[in-house]
């Protein structure tokens, strides 16, 4: 090579490792501690944890939590964070499915001071926070509410509610479908979240067996619900849909034929266990 | 019928991706080899399988990514995504 040569001298394949591996921000696995445990229905439970080294979250995200059999024999499964990135521990709601490999360890056998293996927070694209704005359309099934309620908890705890021109920047509308009224998650929280904010609704719909005295909403969530509770298209509202894959179909495409934009309509599909009501 | 109850959001990918990738790969935007539709990859479909984690185009069906993992290795075939577009603000610093 000429001693005028412009070039910069090579680096070397070591130089560069190091360059690449410092920023490296891996999603380790790491063991969580069960600090405490909320019966919010008869099949889904709160678990609170203490995560080591926790980075913080968004809300709408999801851990990846990981059992290991004493053969070995590993399962994993993804939950949605229930907790608001403002609340002092990371908490998942879990709903159990009678055939699950994984939920039922979570809802019945896992105590206090247990241990969960778990990764996160995950996933950038199911998220919401107040700095993307609104209006906000939370539109859940069964338990699909769980990412819809870290969002919730978290527009409640970013913008105090003295702040009330902030909120009505940020209104938010929430339609939330169940199968019973003793199925309906957080429910108490939800009545104590409207309460105090004028710039929030929420709208239930049961879909079997409505309680005696139910006044409300009784099928299942349909283009004419979506029309009256929605925004219209030209509001533009962040849309953010959860629940079982068939709910989450059937509302996605309700939204996109009223004229909704379906780049600001966010899906999360639970699966066909995974709380369709 | 059973497939498509059985499809989830490319949401469901993420774990598997950041086990590849240091950016989030879902808020990424992906643009699908055979029809040109572009979209996150968050929005794409995923059919999670013993085999692996299929992502499909929800515009044409395609395959877009393909994770699967064996015993001793980690196959991505991204055949399917013409490109991926990562946000540089969701790159380390």
């Known amino acids: ?277 | 019928m059973d497939g498509n109850a059985h499809r989830l959001d490319g949401n469901a990918a993420a774990g598997i991706l950041s086990e590849l990738f240091v950016p989030d790969l879902t808020a990424a935007r992906a643009t699908c080899a055979g029809c040109g539709a572009s979209g996150a990859v968050g929005a794409l479909l995923v059919y999670a399988h013993g085999m692996g984690t299929v992502m499909r185009c929800p515009s044409c069906d395609g395959v877009v990514l393909r994770v699967t993992r064996t015993a001793t290795q980690v196959w991505l075939d991204p055949t399917g995504a013409r490109r991926i577009v990562i946000a540089a603000a969701a790159l380390p610093a």
């Open chain 1, 1 to 277: 090579m000429p001693a005028t040569s412009e070039r910069a001298p090579p680096t070397s394949g070591s130089g560069i490792a190091t360059t690449l591996r410092q920023p490296l921000r891996p999603i380790a696995w790491r063991l969580a501690a069960v600090v405490d445990i909320v019966q919010e229905t008869p099949r889904a439970r709160t678990i609170v944890l203490q995560v080591p080294e926790w980075a913080g979250h968004r809300a709408g995200q999801h851990v990846d939590v990981r059992l290991t059999a004493e053969d070995g024999y590993q399962a994993q499964r993804s939950y949605s964070i229930a907790s608001a990135p403002e609340d002092p521990h990371v908490a998942l709601t879990v709903e159990r499915l009678d055939d699950g490999e994984v939920s039922p360890y979570l809802t019945d056998e896992l105590r206090v001071e247990d241990k969960l293996e778990l990764r996160g927070p995950i996933g950038g694209h199911f998220v919401w926070d107040v700095k993307v704005g609104g209006p906000l359309l939370l539109v859940g099934g069964g338990s699909g509410i769980v990412p819809l309620r870290a969002m919730l908890r978290h527009r409640a705890a970013a913008l105090k509610a003295a702040e009330i021109n902030a909120r009505r920047h940020v209104p938010a509308r929430l339609l939330y479908s169940s199968r019973r009224w003793d199925e309906v998650i957080y429910r108490d929280e939800l009545a104590r979240l409207i309460e105090d904010d004028p710039t929030l609704e929420v709208t239930l719909t049961l879909t079997r067996e409505p309680t005696k005295g139910w006044m409300g909403l009784r099928r299942r969530i349909d283009r004419m619900m979506l029309a009256e509770v929605a925004w219209p298209p030209a509001e533009r509202p962040h849309v953010f849909v959860c629940g079982g894959t068939l709910l989450v179909e059937a509302v996605a495409t309700a939204l996109i034929e009223l004229g909704h934009d379906p780049q600001r309509v966010k899906t999360e599909r639970f699966g066909p266990t995974g709380g369709a009501t």
